[in-house]
């Protein structure tokens, strides 16, 4: 039912100032709505309630006698309008940070549109000083400027005959500068969702002229969000590789504090998702994933509802681990593991600190930390079977008289890995590739003590020409330390 649904949105710390919105002469249209929001709140947070529950309040709100199927439609229609005046008078009163400028704006045009004069241009005038001040302009204020130029230009007031007027060259800069910043962050959107979906999606009309507009070294120093968006599309319409993703994420970093909150997020996603599918395709940017992690953890851009996933709880920690930055990532664990869900707590904690030990090269710490709540849960399973399979061999260049225990280890993990449910043929077949080419080098090392630089460089040789493999990097490590 919509009041229901509208009174979700209402906080309980908002309750009071919603009674107090409710007997406002103004805005009221029945005295019943107070009474009837207080007997409702007992409901408060989820307002589950059904037809019956509604009937039973307004009778004891307002009597059994007076009970009417229409009454109570009338009561409900009146209320839920009352509750959408509330969040819009809300939202305009007390604006969130990036829309700071919504009741200044709608008073410039109330004041222009009654004809106000000098009253409106002193007050459009000191609106645009105080958004050319901000240090981290959204598109909506560049939306915002074009308005109000257009307000000041348009106005009666305003001479049209003079050579240069400022303020509308002003508006178009400013709509054009809107355009630009929008039309980029969809495409930029549209481009992750192909990624993504492996979807097709087709060259937006005039992204070309808006690549060209935005190709120039003065809009990027004035305007940091323009140039951020233009870099990520441009890396995107490129084709993201090691380089290119540096480079924009180098340049993000540099312009983050003069970006808005919203759009620091979403390109910081893109980012992310663009790391972490170079890092599985073996292409090793993870120096520049712990940065932007880290600019995350410091803006407080990692939780969603004061939650954080056991995945991406576990990928930031093997992230710094790898980047051997592992004050930070026993930091990390401490600061965020009160806020995964609780069943997966216990886990996460646990293949975090061994994928810490493993890096530092305490294997036993490693291996004892691979507890068994770690395996039921899908995504750990053979993440954390790699892991241990990693663990066994080093624990053989150590001790070749292990051969057989490595060797059974592998095989077991084989035949797992090939009877798996549900695992998609590449990530099987990228495995195998894992497990035999662990066989291969268990092999070749149990041959010979000391292993010859041609029988490295044919290893090498065989690891290089397999595209799909997990773990390149530490396979061709290993074959270094034979």
Request: net charge neutral; aromatic share 12%.
């Amino acid at each position: 039912m919509k009041l229901l649904t509208l009174l979700k949105a209402i906080r309980q710390d908002e309750h009071r100032e919603f009674e107090k919105f409710l007997q406002s002469p103004f805005f009221k249209a029945s005295e019943q709505y107070l009474a009837f929001f207080k007997y409702l709140c007992k409901h408060h947070p989820s307002f589950e309630v059904d037809r019956e529950v509604l009937e039973t309040a307004y009778r004891r709100c307002f009597g059994a006698k007076s009970f009417t199927d229409t009454k109570l439609y009338n009561l409900m229609h009146g209320m839920a309008r009352q509750a959408e005046q509330y969040i819009t008078v809300k939202q305009v009163m007390e604006p969130r940070a990036h829309d700071s400028f919504l009741y200044l704006n709608f008073l410039t045009k109330a004041l222009a549109d009654r004809n106000m004069g000098a009253y409106f241009r002193t007050e459009a005038a000191q609106l645009v000083m105080d958004i050319e001040a901000l240090p981290a302009k959204s598109s909506n204020d560049y939306f915002a400027m074009e308005q109000l130029y257009y307000e000041l230009y348009f106005n009666p007031d305003t001479p049209k005959h003079i050579l240069h007027q400022p303020a509308l060259h002003l508006a178009a800069d400013n709509l054009d500068l809107y355009y630009c910043i929008s039309k980029l962050r969809y495409f930029a959107e549209m481009k992750a969702r192909e990624r993504l979906l492996g979807a097709d999606f087709t060259m937006h009309p005039l992204l070309e002229a808006v690549l060209a507009l935005t190709d120039d070294a003065s809009i990027f120093d004035m305007h940091p969000l323009v140039a951020v968006y233009s870099s990520l599309v441009r890396m995107y319409l490129a084709g993201v590789t090691k380089d290119r993703f540096r480079a924009v994420k180098a340049m993000f970093a540099d312009k983050f504090v003069t970006l808005p909150n919203t759009d620091q997020r979403l390109i910081l996603t893109h980012l992310i998702n663009c790391g972490v599918t170079l890092n599985a395709n073996e292409m090793d940017v993870n120096q520049e994933m712990l940065e932007l992690y880290k600019i995350a953890t410091a803006a407080n851009m990692l939780l969603d509802n004061e939650r954080i996933t056991h995945v991406t709880f576990t990928n930031i920690v093997a992230v710094a681990a790898l980047c051997k930055d592992y004050d930070w990532a026993t930091s990390f664990i401490t600061n965020f593991s009160p806020f995964l869900e609780a069943s997966k707590q216990k886990p996460a904690i646990a293949l975090s600190r061994a994928l810490i030990h493993y890096q530092q090269g305490n294997l036993d710490a490693a291996q004892t930390s691979l507890i068994a709540e770690i395996f039921p849960i899908k995504v750990f399973d053979i993440a954390a079977r790699v892991l241990l399979l990693k663990i066994v061999f080093d624990r053989y260049l150590l001790d070749s008289s292990i051969y057989d225990f490595v060797d059974d280890n592998i095989n077991s993990f084989e035949k797992f890995v090939i009877k798996k449910d549900l695992l998609p043929d590449s990530k099987r077949a990228s495995l195998l590739n894992f497990i035999r080419m662990v066989r291969k080098m268990l092999k070749a090392k149990n041959e010979c003590v000391d292993l010859p630089e041609e029988k490295k460089g044919q290893l090498l040789k065989k690891l290089e020409a397999t595209l799909s493999i997990v773990s390149k990097k530490w396979l061709r490590e290993k074959i270094g330390q034979m």
